[in-house]
């Protein structure tokens, strides 16, 4: 076997595939290592049970980058992402839920039902929203300017950033300082007053964070949420082909198309160093793969603290490293299902079970959820966001049966009464179901197969320190030019040729490919 | 009557004074209209006992700003300090107790009984605090820069703090700007383990807030609340309304008028095309005209009550609606038969500072989830002072607690009827430390955050005037686009805590409002 490259890339994630991609199309012979039978990292999709596909871990697209798609040509590799169509939010008995989907004025009619004044607000907030995400989306293509030298560049960069925030308007100026700094229920308190709008839309403040609805900084994460575009379309979530594995096969098809080769089932242990520069890396099974560009698509604490030695590095960057906070706080529960189950607010089947159900009846009910895991227990009513992939790709499942992912805040990676035990998980996926019996009478009945995901699974599974699902906390002391740390926020190491390309840099987690293209471009700046 | 002033100041709190002083002495008419009959505001000290005169809003004067005291020579008004060497005693649950001394070997050496590695790390600990709060402290006298103009004259005044950042090198800037937006916790776990230690300090990120040090921004409350000094108190000789006497002996001195039991009932506005404050209405209905007025209140009562939405463009009015007052703070005025037996007291001397009830961060996050739901704290964090252990009253002493969190807005009952039940909340909590304080009681007064609404005019009990959150800081303090003292209303101006930079007794709203009409204002009238 070749041992000689242009470039490694460390993790088969979907940030990894995509600087692969984009090194192999500057023409630099490119080998991606990835430690599991598969690529995708967080975004896999697995047959856990014969004949049931999962979406394991991530279950939505939303945020990944336009220009990846042009600039890799995706559609032709396979990318299909098929919307999904709604939100659907039970309230706290089940009876009732408010449903928002693409027909707009049915959407405002059925928030009137809850509140008319919210109605009347409700397209305020969605053009604002949406100028938001507009203005914020620019920073998702530049590299973080250090706004603490003199460089040239860095100016330049602080410059041409406030030349494009001061065009705003001083009324969206200010929405955008306070997005930066509120709490997601504050910020939408701001326009509404019916509990299950108030809590769906928060709900999107919380997503991977170890924070509840009413913590300042969730406002942020809720924007994050909403600059996911397909096909232009703001806050559009949808749903790949197959799964989000599906859109890690298309990467890793559009990079193998360029000329980089996939290697599954070969960790890597240690990033070769020799004066101060990369040399290539060592496998778990010690053979030696050397290249004068390595790209680390794994999270900050991998990056820095496992895969090099702390001593390699300097003392600031190994404390901010260690400070990075990686709270894992997310746990997955996947259900095989007999049959399709019914919602007690609205019965039978039918299109409204092809979109998201948001288990967040009001705020209470998830700050309360949060309570639970901020004393380091799981939830005991937790916040569980539902779709069933099956009923938007009936490949997911066999004919008649059906597979449902639900994402659960809160399930805190360290819990206080000792570590996480089979046990412990049961009641977990318990608590869970409990939840989603509320809304779904009859779904005890038809679970087949249950699978239970704490964030120590997912750990396990994925490599990710603490299963945080973003690689680390957004907030905004670990955001733009702090992520991961200051100095270091331009996916440069202090290690000549070795690179970072994950979710724990600039601009951040979810399904958004950034880090890996802005991280693979640099890196072939330096390299010429 | 036809008396016509220069200036009008509503409110006699300490920024109110401030900024009349300020503006005398720059040769103004100026009067001030108070509505209570004590000065001071949330800065007196009033008898509210037989023989006890009783600190009745804030304890403490570290942050007031030393170039006001210069200026306007509070000195020669009969203002002097006294410092205590104990900054903060902190009894435990478990009998024992930490202090944290002015003295910082003592200090180290009181941390190591609780934690080796903490009293190692605290002399670093409060080098970095010191340095970050050295360069926050230039920004107190600075009008923030109006986020959407960013005109050149309102970002120069802050060139000499922006060189001074520079000069720190771009290691503490970046440092300074990762640890703002923290949460207090995040940022005390960094340095210390011991529960008792990180709880003590924890208390100075949740001041008047209803916020938990899991909060984010909690962590610039904290530099904020620290700025005269790493937990540094700084108390005032005959106790806080000593310094209000002074403000009011500095305005008087300087020609200004000030009439108590005067409160305003309106801001009267001009018959001209856009919205102009020509004067006031008392509550007794007389009028008084003036070229300029300044406000003291918070900005809701000013611009609500005062002017009236029907002069505001519908934009300012949702903006200050928006405002989050959320006070969270009631306190209980004690007077003692004697000295409370605190657990783990040995020497008297420790009781001299702050006393703060705070075992852990935990117990103050536990302490503000009661509020996020509308309920009192069943275990509140207390923050006393003792101040008779400095000047002795009539034969007892005074025991002045300070209780989160006691949210405003009460989901069942209200303030009337709940206030006994939370004294008596307090008092439980209180006796866990101070077993034995309950027989000690000889008088005993709550003050409930709709009391401090009532009787000191602080909107919801805010003693901030509005929470001091990371949303409502700088250029977003008090509405967004009026970060500058001026209002939406020609000639009127805010000079409290709503305004730039906030709460506590630092004097910086009222000088730098007297400062922002001094330099607008033309100098023909």
């Known amino acids: 076997m070749n041992n000689h490259y242009d470039a490694i890339v460390i993790g088969g994630g979907h940030n990894g595939l995509v600087a692969a991609a984009y090194l192999a199309r500057a023409g630099k012979k490119t080998l991606v290592l990835e430690k599991r039978y598969l690529v995708g990292g967080a975004s896999v999709t697995e047959e856990v049970f014969p004949g049931f596909k999962f979406t394991v871990f991530s279950y939505v697209v939303s945020l990944f980058r336009p220009e990846i798609i042009r600039e890799l040509n995706l559609p032709a590799h396979g990318l299909t992402i098929l919307p999904l169509e709604s939100t659907l939010t039970p309230t706290l008995d089940g009876r009732d839920c408010l449903y928002r989907d693409g027909d707009h004025y049915r959407t405002l009619r059925d928030i009137a039902r809850f509140s008319r004044r919210d109605a009347d607000t409700y397209d305020e907030y969605a053009r604002n929203m949406y100028f938001m995400a507009k203005a914020v989306r620019y920073i998702l293509n530049i590299i973080p300017p250090d706004p603490t030298t003199f460089h040239p ?234 779709i069933i992939p099956s009923m938007i790709d009936p490949d997911m499942a066999p004919p008649g049966k059906h597979v449902m992912s639900c994402f659960v805040q809160y399930a805190p990676y360290k819990l206080a009464d000792g570590p996480w035990t089979d046990e412990k998980r049961e009641a977990f996926g318990d608590a869970v179901v409990d939840v989603l019996e509320s809304a779904f009478p009859d779904i005890k009945d038809v679970i087949l197969h249950r699978q239970v995901l704490t964030p120590v699974d997912v750990e396990r599974m994925t490599g990710i320190t603490e299963g945080n699902i973003f690689h680390g906390e957004l907030n905004l002391s670990q955001l733009f030019f702090l992520r991961p740390a200051a100095g270091y926020a331009k996916y440069r190491t202090p290690i000549k040729g070795y690179y970072q390309c994950g979710s724990g840099t600039h601009p951040g987690g979810g399904i958004m490919g950034a880090p890996g293209r802005l991280g693979a471009l640099e890196a072939l700046k330096d390299a010429g | 009557m036809t ?82 060497p104990a900054l903060l005693f902190a009894p435990q649950p478990d009998g024992r107790a930490l202090t944290i001394w002015r003295d910082e070997a003592r200090t180290v050496a009181d941390i190591a009984r609780f934690s080796e590695r903490d009293a190692a790390r605290w002399p670093a600990f409060r080098r970095q605090v010191e340095r970050m709060t050295g360069l926050l402290r230039g920004m107190l006298l600075l009008a923030p820069p109006d986020l959407a103009g960013l005109r050149g004259g309102d970002v120069m005044g802050w060139a000499p703090l922006a060189l001074r950042l520079r000069r720190l090198g771009g290691d503490d800037m970046m440092e300074l700007f990762r640890l703002l937006p923290m949460a207090a916790q995040a940022y005390l776990d960094e340095w210390f383990e011991s529960d008792a230690l990180k709880g003590a300090l924890g208390g100075s990120a949740v001041v008047g807030a209803t916020l938990g040090p899991r909060s984010a921004g909690t962590n610039l409350t904290f530099f904020y609340q620290n700025l005269g000094g790493l937990l540094n108190h700084r108390f005032v000789v005959g106790g806080i309304g000593q310094l209000s006497a002074a403000l009011a002996g500095a305005a008087r001195a300087a020609g200004a008028t000030i009439r108590t039991g005067a409160g305003v009932a309106q801001i009267l506005i001009g018959d001209g095309l856009d919205a102009a404050a020509v004067g006031v209405r008392l509550d007794s209905g007389e009028e008084i005209r003036a070229t300029t007025v300044l406000s003291n209140a918070d900005p809701r009562h000013t611009l609500f009550d005062l002017v009236g939405p029907q002069q505001l463009e519908p934009e300012v009015m949702r903006h200050v609606r928006n405002i989050m007052f959320r006070g969270s703070t009631a306190r ?171 709460g506590g007794v630092t004097g910086a709203p009222g000088y730098n409002a007297a400062r922002a009409v001094l330099s607008r204002v033309r100098p023909t009238f």
Not at chain 2, 11 to 33: C, D, E, F, I, S
Not at chain 2, 69 to 74: E, F, G, M, P, V
Not at chain 2, 465 to 494: A, C, D, F, K
Request: proline share 5%; with cysteine.
């Open chain 1, 153 to 386: 560049k860095d100016m330049m960069g602080l410059i041409d950033m406030a030349r494009h925030f001061l065009g705003l308007n001083q009324e969206q100026l200010y929405i955008l300082a306070k997005l930066m700094t509120m709490s997601a229920a504050d910020f939408v308190e701001q326009w509404f007053e019916s509990e299950p709008l108030k809590a769906t839309l928060s709900a999107s403040g919380i997503i991977g964070t170890f924070l509840g609805p009413r913590s300042p900084g969730t406002a942020y994460v809720l924007l994050h949420h909403y600059m996911g575009e397909i096909d232009g379309a703001y806050r559009a979530w949808g749903f790949h082909k197959g799964g989000t594995g599906g859109l890690a096969q298309t990467l890793a098809r559009a990079a193998e198309a360029q000329g980089a080769e996939i290697r599954c089932n070969t960790g890597v242990s240690k990033v070769l160093v020799k004066n101060g520069r990369t040399t290539g890396v060592v496998l778990d099974n010690g053979d030696e793969i050397t290249a004068p560009l390595v790209l680390s698509s794994l999270d900050p604490k991998q990056t820095f603290l496992n895969l090099v030695e702390p001593g390699q590095l300097p003392d600031d960057l190994v404390g901010a490293v260690r400070r990075f906070q990686t709270f894992g706080s997310s746990g997955k529960v996947n259900l095989a299902l007999d049959r399709l189950p019914e919602l007690a607010c609205r019965p039978g089947a039918g299109r409204h079970l092809a979109g998201a159900v948001s288990m967040s009846p009001d705020l209470e009910t998830i700050e309360r959820a949060y309570d639970d895991a901020k004393y380091g227990n799981f939830s005991k009513r937790p916040y569980v966001d539902v």
């Open chain 2, 3 to 84: 008396e016509h002033y220069d200036i009008i100041v509503i409110g006699g709190g300490h920024n109110g004074l401030v900024a009349a002083a300020t503006l005398a002495q720059a040769g103004k008419r100026v009067l001030v209209v108070e509505r209570r009959d004590t000065l001071g505001g949330a800065a007196a000290t009033e008898e509210i006992f037989p023989g006890y005169r009783v600190d009745t809003g804030a304890t403490d004067a570290a942050l007031f700003q030393d170039e006001i005291i210069r200026k306007l020579d509070l000195t020669r008004h009969g203002l002097a300090f006294r410092e205590n």
């Open chain 2, 332 to 502: 209980l005025n004690l007077v003692l038969s004697g000295l409370p037996g605190f657990a783990g007291l040995a020497d008297n001397a420790q009781l001299g500072g702050r006393i703060r009830l705070a075992p852990s961060l935990d117990a103050i996050e536990r302490a503000y989830d009661a509020a996020k739901y509308g309920r009192f704290s069943e275990k509140p964090y207390l923050e006393m002072y003792l101040p008779t252990l400095h000047e002795p009253a009539a034969g007892g002493h005074i025991l002045t607690v300070n209780a989160q969190f006691a949210p405003y807005k009460l989901r069942e009952g209200d303030w009337t009827t709940q206030g006994q039940v939370f004294a008596d909340t307090v008092l439980d909590t209180l006796a866990t430390v101070a077993p034995g304080i309950r027989e000690q009681i000889v008088h005993c007064q709550i003050v409930t955050p709709l009391d401090l609404e009532r009787v000191y005019g602080l909107a919801e009990g805010s003693i901030h005037h509005g929470q001091m959150g990371l949303e409502q800081m700088l250029v977003m303090r008090p509405i967004p686009g009026w970060s500058r003292y001026e209002t939406p209303v020609r000639n009127l101006y805010l000079c409290g805590a709503g305004a730039h930079p906030g």
